[in-house]
């Protein structure tokens, strides 16, 4: 299994409130990302890291903000949660871009339920 | 607008029945993958398909892309409960680095 870790695994947080997931990995691949799984949605790309410092938004990226400092750690924030933002969140990683190819590894997901 | 549309939804059939499950798109995809997801769990690849035309077989699961690499089919022999599971089709463009996925298909194979 490749090792990503994802943190933490469940949260119950209220609206307003500034909520931080973190993604590790220990395969020092160079791409992550992180998705939103709803029911009727399918997963969705809230943003993305291609390297250290490089980050580019996904089709959902409102209300969010990344950081990547390191290349084994991608920060997910909600600034000020909402109930909208309710769901199983996933970090993957790849070491080459799906369009060459490369492979999507998933972490175990975080349920984030926002009261 | 969903890129890539996968159907049917939702499928249930009996143990030893065969099905196939489509992800279609209007776009021109580089490559195509297939994931499946557990509950509780993140998805896994099972497949990549990168040329148009292309088959290729897991066990009795067997992928199809489209010649014109707009779409991609899945196809499973003699169903079995083990295959019960959310099926994804991701895509890739040579023009970005995202991933884009489809809804999903949720198959359901009943003992």
């Known amino acids: 299994d490749a090792g990503i870790t994802q943190s933490p695994r469940h949260k119950v947080t209220e609206t307003g409130t500034p909520v931080t997931l973190r993604c590790h990995q220990t395969?020092?691949?160079?791409?992550m990302y992180w998705y939103r799984q709803d029911p009727g949605h399918g997963l969705r790309l809230i943003h993305y890291?291609?390297?250290?410092?490089?980050?580019d938004k996904g089709e959902v990226s409102d209300g969010y903000s990344v950081s990547r400092s390191k290349t084994e750690d991608f920060l997910l924030t909600l600034e000020s949660a909402t109930s909208s933002q309710t769901s199983v969140y996933f970090c993957?990683?790849?070491?080459?871009?799906?369009?060459?190819?490369?492979?999507?590894?998933f972490g175990e997901g975080s349920r984030l339920t926002v009261l | 607008t969903q890129l890539l549309e996968q159907s049917p939804q939702f499928l249930s059939i009996q143990e030893g029945e065969n099905l196939t499950v489509y992800c279609n798109s209007s776009?021109?995809?580089?490559?195509l993958q297939w994931y499946r997801q557990e509950p509780g769990e993140g998805p896994v690849l099972l497949v990549t398909?990168?040329?148009?035309?292309e088959v290729k077989k897991l066990k009795r699961l067997t992928f199809q892309f489209g010649d014109a690499r707009k779409d991609s089919s899945l196809h499973i022999t003699a169903a079995q409960p083990g295959d019960t599971g959310l099926y994804l089709c991701?895509?890739?463009?040579?023009?970005?680095?995202?991933?884009?996925f489809g809804k999903g298909t949720r198959l359901h194979i009943l003992p």
């Open positions: 993957a990683i790849s070491e080459r871009l799906i369009a060459n190819t490369g492979e999507l590894f």
């Open positions: 395969e020092n691949h160079r791409y």
């Open positions: 890291s291609y390297g250290v410092k490089d980050t």
């Open positions: 776009s021109v995809f580089s490559s």
């Open positions: 398909v990168v040329t148009g035309g």
């Open positions: 991701a895509g890739g463009r040579n023009r970005d680095d995202k991933i884009i």
